[in-house]
Nanobody
Framework: QVQLAESGGGLVQAGGSLRVSCAAS????????IGWYRQAPGTQREWVAS???????LYADSVRDRFTISRDNAKNTVYLQMNGLKPEDTAVYYC??????WGQGTQVTVSS
């Protein structure tokens, strides 16, 4: 059974950068699709980016060219590098293993 732990969230000014991490245990991050999602208050959780077991990356239109998803197999961790942050990026960010397991989330707040 896989367990996920997100970290790296925080408060940043608009235009700034932040990197959030998703550390996995129990399963390899290279054995399945790992997705990043986010949920702002009063909204539904939305998909942000994903990386497949082959290393193929996909991005939501709202973050393409600003966010980068990557994977470190040695550390069994998936990252989401977020550049050019906007106040509308403020949300709790979650990672997900396949279509089953979610992490507990990490708060990202972007001030204007």
């Amino acid at each position: 059974q896989v367990q996920l732990a997100e970290s790296g969230g925080g408060l940043v000014q608009a235009g700034g950068s932040l990197r959030v991490s998703c550390a996995a245990s129990g399963r390899s991050v290279s054995s399945n699709v790992i997705g990043w999602y986010r949920q702002a208050p009063g909204t539904q959780r939305e998909w942000v980016a994903s990386i497949s077991n082959f290393g193929t990356t996909l991005y939501a239109d709202s973050v393409r060219d600003r966010f980068t998803i990557s994977r470190d197999n040695a550390k069994n961790t998936v990252y989401l590098q977020m550049n050019g942050l906007k106040p509308e990026d403020t949300a709790v960010y979650y990672c997900r293993y396949g279509d089953t397991t979610w992490g507990q989330g990490t708060q990202v707040t972007v001030s204007s």
